[in-house]
């Protein structure tokens, strides 16, 4: 078996949001039009470190790639990052795996790519002010791929660390804050963030007519938004079947799904206007998959 690895390094290298955001609107327009294989996330808890295993495996065959992200989520992490993961890329002729790809950059870029395009298709304020509750990876990598699409009238930042929030709003040059109240209050757009388990967002606090990325808590009896806010929010997903396995801010609220981004995307869904907003995103493999594609093939291009 000859297997090219492929460092975090060489994947920072050439993978950029301009790329990735389109990519990503097309990965999930094709999965809501169900042209993707792709089961629901197999889950490996690992119960001593209140984390997980994730198993990851999906198929394009319009798009000739198959591959399987393995990815673990360890919450207490404090000298590596939380989230770790590896990618297998298989050759969809023979099936013999060509690639282990680090999946930490591309898990970090895409997740962030996929809010971006969420926003863009469900919020329509010109230049929002954004909120962002969390000051990990995922906030920085938000704040990234939302700045390629939009500017913002002001960015606030809160973390339960509020050294860390102070660290990452001087990063930004954005304003860091004291409470999640305060830093959502009047935002047009607020990303969620955090590995917290309880709600960190109230409905109380939230802008009518708001429209929110709801990012973290993607186990069953974890949720990060207040179950009042997720039954008077436009609920989107960006899977139905995962959303309903996987995701506490959906299960524990009972939360009803108004649609897939993907059919919005593809047209078989309008957006509903004027109406607080909410994305849930669990993270689709197909992502990853097509994520990984588009490194090999820039990749191919610097030989
Ligand atoms: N939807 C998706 O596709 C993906 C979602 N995620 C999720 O996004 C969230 C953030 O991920 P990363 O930024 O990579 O993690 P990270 O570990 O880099 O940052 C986590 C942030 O949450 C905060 N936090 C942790 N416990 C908290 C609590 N109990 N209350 C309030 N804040 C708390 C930390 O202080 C930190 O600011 C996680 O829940 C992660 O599972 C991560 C990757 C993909
Ligand atoms: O899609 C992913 O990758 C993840 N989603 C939820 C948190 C763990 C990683």
Same mark, same amino acid.
């Not at 709801?214 to 938004?225: Q, S, T, Y």
């Given at each position: 078996m000859n297997v090219k690895l492929v460092s975090a390094a060489e994947v920072k290298n050439v993978l950029t949001f301009k790329d990735l955001i389109p990519l990503m609107e097309n990965a999930l327009k094709k999965f809501s039009e169900k042209k993707i294989e792709q089961p629901v996330r197999t889950v490996i808890p690992v119960r001593e470190s209140n984390g997980f295993l994730g198993i990851m495996p999906a198929y394009s065959s319009q798009d000739q790639a198959l591959a399987a992200k393995l990815v673990t989520f360890? !919450?207490?992490? @404090?000298? +590596? !990052?939380t989230h770790n993961a590896v990618i297998v890329v298989f050759n @969809? /002729? @023979? &099936? +013999?795996p060509e690639m282990l790809m680090d999946g930490e950059v591309i898990t970090t870029m895409r997740t962030a790519a996929v809010s971006a395009v969420a926003t863009k298709h469900l919020c329509s304020v010109e230049e929002p002010r954004l909120a962002i509750l969390g000051s990990g990876v995922q906030a920085r990598s938000h704040y990234q791929a939302l700045s390629t699409l939009m500017k913002f009238k002001d960015v606030r930042i809160w973390s339960r660390t509020s050294a860390n929030a102070e660290s990452l709003s001087k990063e930004l040059g954005c304003t860091s804050c004291n409470s999640a109240e305060e830093a959502v209050k009047d935002a047009d757009v607020i990303i969620t963030v955090t /590995? /917290? /388990?309880? !709600?960190?967002?109230?409905?109380?606090?939230v802008k009518p007519g708001a429209y929110i990325? %709801?990012? &973290? %808590?993607?186990? !069953?009896?974890?949720?990060?938004?207040d179950p009042a806010l997720m039954n008077s929010a436009v609920l989107y997903v960006d899977s139905r079947n995962a959303a309903l396995k996987e995701s506490g801010d959906v299960i524990l609220a009972k939360a009803e799904i108004y649609a897939e981004v993907g059919e919005v995307i593809s047209g078989q869904k309008e957006v509903v206007k004027g109406k607080t907003t909410l994305f849930k995103s669990l993270g689709l493999a197909i992502e990853d998959v097509m994520s990984a594609k588009l490194v090999a093939e820039l990749l191919s291009k610097t030989e």
């Open positions: 360890f !919450p207490h992490n @404090t000298d +590596v !990052p @969809t /002729s @023979t &099936g +013999v /590995s /917290s /388990s309880k !709600p960190v967002l109230m409905k109380e606090w990325n %709801a990012v &973290g %808590a993607c186990r !069953p009896d974890w949720h990060e938004i």
